[in-house]
């Protein structure tokens, strides 16, 4: 097997899984400020011209929750576990890519993507509307994970992976992350696993 990725927000959860699970992939890294995602070759696996994509033998996926989830079971792992759980791990991806994300997402675009890109300093505008959002949904998150140590069920799944990806950057990003705890010991927990603070490979 191998994944296509870069050390930026969407891979950083497929190497984070890849490294908890310690799966013997190989990694092939992409220049984004290089454009080699938007080269032919790398089209033709991906033609959103994004990163990550594993390819296993003949089968290409892209998407970073659909390849977690493909790793989880390939790895013999149960943080895909094969039961109605499953249901629920997709109303976290959805909520996520629909919601958690968009705001987080922005911050981190403001505060660190265009800080290493050299692309200009952050929109306030843009910061003020994106912390409001990550409030009201972060306080949806705090509240479901009140008395409750994962996501979803009693362990580690991979809507854990997914939901979290942009809080390791919370203090760099202005994330108002302090302001809701259960979110916060959630999160510590995640960090507290080597794989999810530093999860992207050593290169060459
Ligand atoms: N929904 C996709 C998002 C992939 C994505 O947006 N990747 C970003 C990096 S986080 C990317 O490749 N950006 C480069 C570009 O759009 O040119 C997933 O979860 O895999």
Same mark, same amino acid.
């Given at each position: 097997m191998k994944l296509y990725y870069s050390d930026v927000l %969407? @891979? !950083?959860k497929v190497c984070a899984l890849i490294k908890y699970l310690k799966l013997p992939l190989e990694f092939a890294y992409l220049q984004l400020d290089k454009g080699e995602h938007k080269k032919p070759d790398y089209l033709a696996l991906n033609p959103n011209g994004k990163v990550p994509t594993l390819v296993d033998g003949d089968k290409v996926l892209w998407e970073a929750d659909a390849i977690l989830c493909y790793l989880a079971k390939h790895g013999g792992s149960d943080l895909w576990p094969g039961d109605d759980r499953q249901a629920d791990i997709v109303s976290w991806f959805s909520w996520n890519s629909q919601h958690f994300i968009q705001s987080g997402g922005a911050l981190y675009f403001e505060f660190?993507?265009?800080? !290493?890109? #050299?692309?200009? @300093?952050p929109d306030t505008a843009a910061v003020e509307k994106a912390k409001k959002s990550f409030r009201s949904q972060a306080k949806i998150l705090n #509240? *479901?994970?009140? #008395?409750r140590k994962w996501l979803v069920g009693e362990q580690l799944s991979v809507a854990d992976f997914s939901v979290a990806v942009t809080l @390791?950057? %919370? %203090?760099k990003a202005e994330m108002p992350l302090n302001e809701f705890p259960e979110v916060r010991r959630? *999160?510590?927990?995640?960090?507290a696993l080597e794989s999810w603070l530093d999860p992207f490979p050593q290169r060459a």
């Amino acid at each position: 097997m191998k994944l296509y990725y870069s050390d930026v927000l %969407a @891979p !950083r959860k497929v190497c984070a899984l890849i490294k908890y699970l310690k799966l013997p992939l190989e990694f092939a890294y992409l220049q984004l400020d290089k454009g080699e995602h938007k080269k032919p070759d790398y089209l033709a696996l991906n033609p959103n011209g994004k990163v990550p994509t594993l390819v296993d033998g003949d089968k290409v996926l892209w998407e970073a929750d659909a390849i977690l989830c493909y790793l989880a079971k390939h790895g013999g792992s149960d943080l895909w576990p094969g039961d109605d759980r499953q249901a629920d791990i997709v109303s976290w991806f959805s909520w996520n890519s629909q919601h958690f994300i968009q705001s987080g997402g922005a911050l981190y675009f403001e505060f660190v993507i265009k800080s !290493r890109f #050299n692309i200009g @300093p952050p929109d306030t505008a843009a910061v003020e509307k994106a912390k409001k959002s990550f409030r009201s949904q972060a306080k949806i998150l705090n #509240n *479901h994970l009140k #008395n409750r140590k994962w996501l979803v069920g009693e362990q580690l799944s991979v809507a854990d992976f997914s939901v979290a990806v942009t809080l @390791p950057y %919370a %203090a760099k990003a202005e994330m108002p992350l302090n302001e809701f705890p259960e979110v916060r010991r959630w *999160h510590d927990q995640l960090s507290a696993l080597e794989s999810w603070l530093d999860p992207f490979p050593q290169r060459a």
